[in-house]
T-cell receptor, first 114, second 113 residues
Framework: GAGVSQSPSNKVTEKGKDVELRCDPISGHTALYWYRQSLGQGLEFLIY????????KSGLPSDRFSAERTGGSVSTLTIQRTQQEDSAVYLC????????????FGPGTRLLVL | QQQVKQSPQSLIVQKGGISIINCAYENTAFDYFPWYQQFPGKGPALLIAIRPDVSEKKEGRFTISFNKSAKQFSLHIMDSQPGDSATYFC????????????FGKGTKLTVNP
């Protein structure tokens, strides 16, 4: 079956511009996560959605970062007024929402802020 | 504060050898410890996971050893193959809430033919 998909696969933008990154989770998965992977670093949790519950936004690094999940499926991560330090790979993962179920990752969006 | 510390940063082994990657954690509330494998240009994929009620879990050539008292766990890859060359991440999470994964910084494994 189809896995987690993300678009675009690569994004180059200029400092100060806004960007939107999209994630399509595995069909039927109720839990959705965004992580950020900077060069030489591990993955850093950003935000979590589960069904209709309030999202866990505790990992968002600043108020320039926001995310939404429409209809319990597709999610969009928005970064406003991008900075060079935002350059990273943004990874989306989904799971069935049960206790410590496997998180399945997409291929990521590689963001470069010039 | 890095909650999960992973070592070494890089590792080179010969084909057929044993690869060992170590992780240590601080948060005693962690109760799920997965290892993820990532190939260049791909997202991480779950390799094997363990819960603290067991000290070892083996799946094929991959084994997790877990030491609860020392707050350490390790991945052993037996009979390492060139196809195992990838970056490996240990992680930890706590049951309940978001169950977000806290990752180590990764180990780049190279298996020479």
């Amino acid at each position: 079956g189809a896995g987690v998909s993300q678009s675009p696969s690569n994004k180059v933008t200029e400092k100060g511009k806004d960007v939107e990154l999209r994630c399509d989770p595995i069909s039927g998965h109720t839990a959705l996560y965004w992580y950020r992977q900077s060069l030489g670093q591990g993955l850093e949790f950003l935000i979590y959605f589960q069904g209709n519950s309030a999202p866990d936004k505790s990992g968002l690094p600043s108020d320039r970062f926001s995310a939404e999940r429409t209809g319990g499926s597709v999610s969009t991560l928005t970064i406003q007024r991008t900075q060079q330090e935002d350059s990273a790979v943004y990874l989306c993962a989904s799971s069935g929402g049960g206790i410590q179920e496997t998180q399945y990752f997409g291929p990521g969006t590689r963001l470069l802020v010039l | 504060q890095q909650q999960v510390k992973q070592s070494p940063q890089s590792l080179i082994v010969q084909k057929g050898g044993i690869s060992i990657i170590n992780c240590a954690y601080e948060n005693t509330a962690f109760d799920y410890f997965p290892w993820y494998q990532q190939f260049p240009g791909k997202g991480p994929a779950l390799l094997i996971a363990i819960r603290p009620d067991v000290s070892e879990k083996k799946e094929g050539r991959f084994t997790i050893s877990f030491n609860k008292s020392a707050k350490q766990f390790s991945l052993h890859i037996m009979d390492s193959q060139p196809g195992d060359s990838a970056t490996y991440f240990c992680a930890a999470s706590t049951q309940g809430g978001s169950e977000k994964l806290v990752f180590g910084k990764g180990t780049k494994l190279t298996v020479n033919p």
